[in-house]
């Protein structure tokens, strides 16, 4: 069975810093891998998604992802935060595409300091 | 802008009383999915739907937990009787399979609180 690792519970940022986010992924076959984002009080929102090709993923709101088979992860990161990233990131898995249901991690708290 | 609807966002029960959550995929999609949220457990599958069947619902507590899609517009989460440990943020996400892949939608949930 699929699962990810979220290794940092919290991450603090001063705005206008780089930022990244881990995730790392166990799973036999070729991954379909998500980023999600959580704002307080609301739904996941999706930021990218990786199911082939070029293994540097653009997202919405400035934010970008590498696959890297070898090191299974799929982290996600941002040149220049602003206080509005501030939320809770998931990474997910789909053994099936996406079409068979997430496995998510178990998010990451994002804290933007001014 | 489509979205996914849920209904209430909110709801407060007592132990043993029924619950009835209600989703509204995002029109001519073909999959529902049923998410609950806990601090402790995190974000995990309960069910999905394609084209109103369902597929898999081994997430789900069988005893007192169902889902439903009477119709392509409307899906619906229920728990009878429900317990203080159901207490969490169920969320229905949509989308349209394609072949293996598809993309998730997700409503904004309904955060149940069992007393």
């Known amino acids: 069975a699929q699962s990810v690792t979220q290794p940092d519970i919290h991450i603090t940022v001063s705005e206008g810093a780089s930022l990244e986010l881990r995730c790392n992924y166990s799973y036999g076959a070729t991954p379909y891998l998500f980023w999600y984002v959580q704002s307080p009080g609301q739904g996941l929102q999706l930021l990218l998604k990786?199911?082939?090709?070029?293994?540097l993923v653009q997202g919405i709101k400035g934010f970008e992802a590498e696959f890297k088979r070898s090191q299974s992860s799929f982290n996600l990161r941002k040149p220049s935060v602003h206080w509005s990233d501030a939320a809770e990131y998931f990474c997910a898995v789909a053994a099936g595409g996406g079409a068979d249901g997430l496995t998510f991690g178990k998010g990451t708290h994002l804290i933007i300091q001014p | 802008d489509a979205r996914v609807t849920q209904t209430p966002r909110h709801k407060v029960t007592e132990m043993g009383q029924e619950v009835t959550m209600r989703c509204q995929p995002i029109l001519g999609h073909n999959t529902v999915f049923w998410y609950r949220q806990t601090m402790m457990q995190g974000l995990e599958l309960l069910a999905y739907f394609r084209n109103r069947a369902p597929l898999d619902d081994s997430g789900m507590p069988k005893d007192r937990f169902s889902a439903e899609m009477p119709d392509a517009t409307l899906a619906t989460l229920k728990i009878q009787p429900s317990e203080p440990r159901d207490s969490a943020v169920y969320f229905c996400?949509?989308?349209?399979?394609?072949?293996?892949?598809?993309?998730?939608?997700f409503g904004p949930g309904t955060r149940l609180t069992v007393l």
């Open positions: 990786y199911f082939s090709g070029d293994t």
């Open positions: 996400a949509s989308g349209l399979a394609r072949g293996r892949t598809d993309t998730q939608y």
